[in-house]
């Protein structure tokens, strides 16, 4: 059941594509939603600390302060035009504190919203991503960056690959699944024999939810397997993806694998993953 949705609040931009989506799906399920807007401390190079005049930096941070606040002004407004309860928070960070800080404050909520970085908007929002995913162990719904229309269940896409990850995924994702139109499991592998069985004893454990899935088989050929996944979602008409999001983990620091940042870098449709 999802009764509490937080989003990161992107400032600076005219319109947030990730708190639009996050509202829609606060208001499919009834859900009270949190927007949290971070301000940043001004960034300076390294080696020219001393020659920065005080009011530059003052001037950076106060910038950095007015985006935040347009930021939560703009996801109020939003928020109480759909009918939502809406709270805000606006909070102090430099630009790698404030991923690890979203992470944890996640952990508190049925489900976190985050939008797909964006070129401009330079690392923090592939850290912010990173962070509640692989930080917060609560199911992240990534939204792209082209998205227009709000929540959509007509044709659900999940990924079953018969991972820990995968399995996490699915079980985040039956409040969505068991309000789909239709879903579809798909299989991308070598061995079809294997896929088979995994693939029906999932459609069975799907049924057993009153979820009538049906089972999709491809292989990978020569090329990625998120090259397999996107081209297999926009060919079907999907308009909602669940997969579990995979990653290393290299001096306690989680880096994104391969599948998953080619899903988060070329996404077409809205992705829920779970680490």
Known sequence: MIKDIVVNLSGGHSQDFAVDYAISVARAFDAQ???IAFVFDAVIPDGVMGSVPIEMIEMQREENSKAAKTATERFAASAKAAGIPAQTRVIDANLGGAATIFGAIARRFDLAVAGQARREGGASEQLMIEAALFESGRPVIMVPYIQKEGLKLDRVLACWDGSRTAARAIADAMPFLERAKAVELLMVGEDRKQDEIAGVDMIAHLARHGISARAERTTRGDIGIE????????????????????????????????VTRGILGSMTLPVLMSH
Request: hydrophobic share 45%; aromatic share 12%; glycine share 20%.
């Open 33 to 35: 939603i949190t927007g």
């Open 227 to 258: 090259n397999v996944i996107l081209s297999y979602a926009a060919d079907s008409g999907a308009d909602f993806m669940v997969m579990g999001g995979y990653g290393h983990s290299r001096l306690r620091e989680f880096v994104l694998g391969g």
